[in-house]
């Protein structure tokens, strides 16, 4: 996994995941069906050492794992969030889960992806953020929203949920490299 720096943005702290986070706390999320309701992790039974696995698993790649914490709270460490590298593309692809239920709906999410994603595209030197989701997954469409996110592409019955034919929706945001390899956010290419 790649050396990430620490992100601290409204009493949010996002880091590199630790192996102290990994808690039967948090293998409990991945095994929620309310949690993983949009998720391709419903298919799945988690275990600690399934998690220690993939844990292991993301020290090796070039992505980050990265764990999102409220500072000075009892609810501590709400999700997650992981970050795939196409470093010949100077691209990245996100995903977040917040498993802690008592911080749904208090725009957490919104903000640990906004923070992620703009530390991708001014500092790590991506040029596209990526990320894709069900049609019915109304909440994270609204990050893709919030977070100034295009709709790139909707992909019709890409997915059985709950016994019915559900679309992906894929969105990105770019910024396009101009003179001297500086950059400019939120134009949009045409063709490309």
Known sequence: MREFNPITTGG????SFRSELMTDRYVGWLNDPQVVRFSE?????HSMESCGAYFAQMQYCDGFFLAIEIEGSELGHIGNISVA???????????????????WGRGYGSQAWTAVMQYLLQDAGMRRVTAG???????MIKIFERSEMQIDCVRSRHYLWEGKEIALVM?????VEVHDNHYHQNQIIIGS
Request: proline share 2%.
């Open 41 to 45: 992790q419903r298919h799945r039974h």
């Open 85 to 103: 590298i196409d470093r010949p593309n100077l691209s990245a692809d996100l995903s977040i889960m917040i498993g802690e239920k008592r911080a």
């Open 133 to 139: 989701t069900m049609e019915v997954n109304h909440s």
């Open 171 to 175: 969105a990105s945001r770019s910024i």
């Open 12 to 15: 949010l702290y996002i880091s």
